[in-house]
Nanobody, 118 residues
Framework: QVQLVESGGGLVQPGGSLRLSCAATGFTFSSLLMSWYRQAPGKEREMVASIAPLGGDTTYADSVKGRFAISRDNAKNTAYLQMNNLKADDTAVYYC???????????WGQGTQVTVSS
């Protein structure tokens, strides 16, 4: 089955940058729609960015548009989230999600903590 492992989270000062990675195993990566979600304490989980199975088409939440960029490298079975000009409101646990276009099922990573603080 599909397994997703996020990495790259940590503590960063406001205005700084982080790059999150999501490595997928167990399925044909090019069949997966990849997304990043985040959940802050006391808040509902929200979609941050999404990218089509073969790349090209991307979607961003209004709160991150212009600051974040989602990408994927199908040869490496990995999706990325480049996070620039980070703000305190970006503090959350970030989750990688894969949607299988073959099986119609969702797969979730374990999450990685991003904390933006001075």
């Amino acid at each position: 089955q599909v397994q997703l492992v996020e990495s790259g989270g940590g503590l960063v000062q406001p205005g700084g940058s982080l790059r999150l990675s999501c490595a997928a195993t167990g399925f044909t990566f090019s069949s997966l729609l990849m997304s990043w979600y985040r959940q802050a304490p006391g808040k509902e989980r929200e979609m941050v960015a999404s990218i089509a199975p073969l790349g090209g088409d991307t979607t961003y939440a209004d709160s991150v548009k212009g600051r974040f960029a989602i990408s994927r490298d199908n040869a490496k079975n990995t999706a990325y989230l480049q996070m620039n000009n980070l703000k305190a409101d970006d503090t959350a646990v970030y989750y990688c999600k894969a949607y299988s276009t073959w099986w119609g099922t969702d797969y979730w990573g374990q999450g990685t903590q991003v904390t933006v603080s001075s």
